[in-house]
C-alpha cells in the first residue's frame, strides 16, 4: 500500500512545482523595447525634457509680451514683431514637451553683423542674459545676411528654430550641438556640423578694423570670452530662433503658421 502513497506525494510535490514553473516563465515573455522621443537624437543617446533631471518641460507664456517692454528691447534692436514670432514658435515647442527651460535665445539676421543681434532671454524670470555679436555664414553675405541655405558645404546660415543640444569640446573649443527643428529648413544642421562656438572674429577689436565681423561656415559663432558661460545657461533643451525677414522662411514655417 505504500508504493500509492508515494506516488499520490509525488502528483502533490510536483502540482505546486509545476504551476510555480508556468508563472516563471511567463514572468520571462519578452516585452518590446519603449523607444524614447528623439529630442536630442544626435548621436546614440537620445532624450526628451522630461529625461533631463531637475528640468521642467513646461512653464507659462502669460504676459510674455510685458517682458518686451520691460526689458527695453525696442532699445536694443529687437523689434516687437520678431520678439512675438520667436514667442509663437517657442510656445508651439513647448507644447509638444521639447524644451526643459524658458530661455529664449533670438539671432536678428535683419541688423548687420555689427549690431549685437543675439538676444538670450529668461522668460520666466524677465531676464536679458545676454545681448552680444554673432557671426552669420561666409557665403550669406558681408556685412548682412541675405542667402540662406539648409545644404551641406553651403557656408550658408540656416534660418528658424533650433533646440539646444549637448555641450562638448571640438575642433573649435567649447561648442553646443544644436537641432534644426524645420523640415527642409534647417534640419540637416547636425549633418552640416552647425553648433555654437566661440570666435576671436567676433569682437569689437574686429569691428573697428574691418567695419563687420568675420563669418563662419554657418555656425552662429559668439565672442571668445562669453563662450562657455552662455553656453552652459541655454544648452539641452532651449530654443533658439533665427530671424530674417524674408517671405520664403514665413510662408514655409510651420511653427510660425
Known sequence: MEKPNKARCRGWVSAPLLGVAILLLCSFVPVAPTVIGSTFNFRA????????????????????????????????GLSKSVFRLAVKGMEKLAKSGRLHSSVLSIVDFSQPSSSKRLYVIDLDNSELLYNTWVAHGMKSGKSMANVFSNKPSSNKSSLGFYITGEAYQGSNGYSLKLQGVEKGI???????A????????????????QGYIGRSKGCPAVPQEICQPMIDQIKEG????????????????PLLK
Open 194 to 209: 552647425i553648433v555654437i562656438h566661440g570666435a576671436d572674429y567676433v569682437s569689437e577689436q574686429f569691428i573697428s578694423s
Open 186 to 192: 534647417n534640419d540637416f544642421a547636425y549633418r552640416r
Open 238 to 253: 532651449t530654443c533658439l530662433f533665427i530671424y530674417h525677414p524674408t517671405s520664403t522662411y514665413r510662408s514655409r514655417s
Open 45 to 76: 543617446t537620445t532624450a526628451t525634457a522630461a529625461d533631463i533631471p531637475g528640468k521642467s518641460a513646461t512653464f507659462s507664456f502669460r504676459n510674455v509680451m510685458d517682458i518686451y517692454d520691460s526689458l527695453h528691447l525696442e532699445t536694443m
